[in-house]
């Protein structure tokens, strides 16, 4: 049971620290004092002025989103950096580092970063040999999904990677994130997590996901 429980934990933060965390960020980088639906609860962020919502989280309307004429256009000749460990290298954009205050998990967050549309985090971590990665993700995905606000519009997970793409609500927003995962010879997972408000996510995120995802080298 002790070793179920290490994997179910090791797992969901894969999966919901790294959105939720996002969540903060883009809740943070806007000086917003809010509730949060987190895990079909709400709780506060900051000190919010409003009193906590009475409808259950779980059933928040979701509102109709229309890109704010706003929203940053990436560049075609969007600046690179890049990251590189022993079994796995990638390249990404050039963007200002988040503050760290912002970061959930500063010591498994390998690069963080933001412009003003869309974050992107990249975290590592050891897995259990225990368990089949791809059993534990589908179905830790699936408890997230019955227990969370959260909407699946796809998912692809293998034995060795996995791709999830999906959107939940923070309050009055709507967040669409897509999550790439590497599981590496050395059982190390890297999870590549680009976050943004859906209304903003095609013109801010998506320019940059395909490049970066194709610079992936994982051994």
Not at 2 to 7: A, D, E, G, Q, R
Not at 56 to 75: E, F, G, M, Q
Not at 91 to 119: F, H
């Amino acid at each position: 049971m002790k070793i179920i429980l290490s994997v179910r934990i090791i797992f969901l933060a894969i999966i919901v620290a790294g959105i939720i965390g996002l969540a903060l960020w883009l809740k943070a980088a806007s000086g917003e004092d809010t509730w949060l639906c987190v895990n079909g609860q709400w709780i506060k962020h900051g000190n919010p002025s409003a009193s906590q919502p009475t409808t259950p989280c779980t059933r928040a309307n979701v509102p109709t989103s229309k890109r704010p004429d706003s929203a940053p256009l990436a560049p075609a000749d969007e600046p690179t950096a890049s990251f590189s460990d022993a079994h796995f290298s990638f390249s990404y954009p050039d963007w200002p580092v988040m503050n760290q205050e912002a970061v959930l998990e500063p010591e498994r967050t390998k690069v963080a970063i933001s412009n003003e549309g869309c974050a992107m985090v990249l975290t590592a971590r050891l897995l259990p040999p225990t368990q089949s990665f791809k059993t534990s993700m589908e179905q830790l995905l699936s408890e997230q999904v019955s227990q969370a606000n959260t909407r699946i519009i796809q998912k692809n997970i293998t034995d060795k990677a996995s791709h999830i793409e999906g959107e939940f609500q923070v309050e009055y927003r709507t967040l669409h994130t897509d999550q790439y995962g590497y599981v590496t010879s050395k059982n190390q997972f890297y999870s590549i997590v680009f976050a943004g408000q859906k209304d903003a996510f095609d013109t801010s995120c998506k320019p940059v996901i395909a490049a970066t995802v194709k610079s992936v080298k994982v051994e």
